[in-house]
């Protein structure tokens, strides 16, 4: 008998921008909520003409957005890469678009490969609340200390057991995660939270924004951050913050990959806004 060969398959990674406002987060869900994923992987089986399913180098939540998001899936159809770019762009809804695609090597995930991943969460202080920023930053009426938000947030550098900052329905095995950097500035009416670690835990970036929103306040002073990051206890740390203001901005991999850079960070200065 004669064997069946089995087609060539080839790994392909993509580069993706979404705005997160009308989906429930990345992952497919059971119960038929509508999400980024099957979005993808609906307009991706057209263009391959078989059902393709995909993996992120990161999930994010109801709401959240992302200008870097990276994935990559396995095929057997041969398609030019402008393909699994322009062809996929137009089964796309609107606020869904693949910036780049990019044959890689079977070994190559778009999760594990990664080496660092960065958000900006981005926040608009006035008294009024944002209309036409209403699903895309987060509103607070008083006035930050941006400066003191930074200061406090340097305590979480390094790699560190952030249990505090960690979701209660989190999966992952342990709360050990690396900061690079955090970088709080503040223009116009706005504050730009950046954030760059190798992984994040559920909630982790909104958790730590959370607490920093009290510190830029000044309802908690600026060592509060260090504390929190010692007790190691979620319940003593401030509420989770809003998921619109955030954003998937980057996601970093080993040089031989040779990736495109993805991703813009999202700006909103210019013109006070208030």
């Known amino acids: 008998m004669n064997k069946i060969e089995q087609p060539q398959t080839y790994r392909i990674a993509l580069g993706i921008e979404y705005d997160g406002s009308r989906y429930c987060g990345w992952q497919m869900q059971s119960h038929g909520t509508r999400t980024v994923q099957d979005e993808i992987e609906k307009a991706l089986s057209v263009v391959a003409d078989h059902p393709l399913q995909v993996v992120c180098a990161g999930r994010t939540d109801t709401g959240v957005h992302a200008t870097g ?56 202080q006035r008294a009024a609340r944002p209309a036409l920023y209403s699903h895309r930053v987060t509103w607070v009426y008083e006035d930050l200390n ?44 706005f504050v730009y939270i950046d954030i760059q670690a190798n992984a994040f835990l559920h909630h982790m970036v909104r958790n730590i924004v959370g607490s920093l929103l009290k510190v830029g306040t000044g309802e908690r002073q600026v060592t509060w951050m260090a504390e929190l990051l010692a007790l ?41 806004g208030r």
């Open 146 to 189: 941006a400066r003191a938000m930074h200061e406090a947030a340097q305590a979480l550098l390094g790699e560190n057991d952030f249990s505090s900052f960690r979701s209660s329905a989190c999966q992952s095995e342990h709360a050990i995660r690396f900061i690079k950097s955090i970088e709080i500035s503040a223009e116009s009416s």
């Open 69 to 124: 998001q990276v994935v990559h899936f396995d095929t057997y159809a041969q398609r030019k890469l402008k393909a699994w770019v322009m062809g996929v762009n137009t089964h796309l809804p609107d606020d869904i678009c693949v910036h780049w695609s990019k044959q890689v090597d079977a070994g190559f995930s778009s999760r594990f490969s990664a080496t660092m991943r960065s958000y900006r969460y981005v926040i608009q």
């Open 232 to 272: 190691k206890d979620r319940t003593r740390a401030g509420p989770t913050a809003p998921a619109q203001g955030l954003y998937l901005v980057a996601v970093q991999y080993p040089p031989e990959y040779d990736l495109p850079v993805s991703g813009m960070v999202p700006h909103f200065g210019g013109g006070d």
